[in-house]
């Protein structure tokens, strides 16, 4: 069973500042998904990667993919109260690409 | 929202009922999925429906029983739960394999009392 680690479990900032979310496993991921979720709603995509060393970025948001494919981090520059939420990873891992495995995410809360 | 549709949001049962959830997508996904979430938890999957042939059942207790009549449409048939299977029920839809995301619906809350 392929784990995803997610860090930190909880984080909360003042409106402005920079936050970085990790996800980790043991395992390669054959690709890599980041949602948000909100209260009483279903997560939402925000990006996919792929490719080992891979870098996308959404606005303020920027998503690593580790080389080695093991591993992702999200990097939030200047946070809004809009971006609270919780974060969830999940991995594709080898030819069961029709599953994906989910951490337990990173609730993010941003003060105004 | 999102493309695909859940319900009902809310659903209270008793351990003796017998309740259906609804999902539908008319996103053109061939795949079909059910998600438990709980607290402090990462998401479950439950079942896993492609071109509405069950391909997934990670080892789910029958009083959970899904129904899947096409491509967009899938259900859950719940009987006799447990206060334990008190969760978010979250469908999701993808289009071939989840390598490139899922679409998921709002959930169903659902309470057993």
């Known amino acids: 069973t392929q784990l995803l680690e997610q860090s930190p479990q909880f984080l909360s900032i003042q409106e402005g500042e920079n936050l970085t979310v990790y996800c980790n496993s043991s395992s390669v991921f054959s690709s890599l998904q980041w949602y948000r979720q909100e209260p009483g709603e279903g997560p939402v995509l925000l990006v996919t990667?792929?490719?080992?060393?891979e870098v996308k970025k959404l606005k303020r948001l920027t998503f690593q993919f580790g080389d080695a494919r093991k591993d992702s981090s999200l990097h939030i520059t200047a946070a809004q109260p809009g971006d609270t939420g919780l974060y969830l990873c999940?991995?594709?891992?080898?030819?069961?690409?029709?599953?994906?495995?989910f951490g337990k995410g990173t609730l993010l809360t941003v003060n105004p | 929202e999102t493309g695909v549709t859940q319900t009902p949001r809310h659903l209270v049962m008793g351990m003796t009922n017998k309740k259906s959830l609804k999902c539908e997508q008319h996103l053109g996904h061939n795949a079909m999925y059910w998600y438990k979430q709980s607290a402090k938890k990462p998401l479950e999957l439950m079942f896993v429906?492609?071109?509405?042939?069950?391909?997934e059942n990670n080892s789910v207790p029958s009083r959970f029983s899904p129904e899947c009549p096409n491509s967009s449409h899938l259900f859950l048939h719940l009987h006799t739960l447990q206060p334990e299977d008190s969760a978010l029920y979250l469908c999701?839809?993808?289009?071939?394999?989840?390598?490139?995301?899922?679409?998921f619906g709002s959930g169903t809350r659902l309470t057993v009392v």
């Open positions: 999701a839809s993808s289009q071939d394999t989840g390598n490139y995301g899922y679409t």
């Open positions: 429906y492609n071109f509405k042939e069950q391909t």
């Open positions: 990667v792929v490719t080992g060393g």
């Open positions: 999940a991995g594709a891992f080898g030819g069961s690409n029709y599953k994906l495995t």
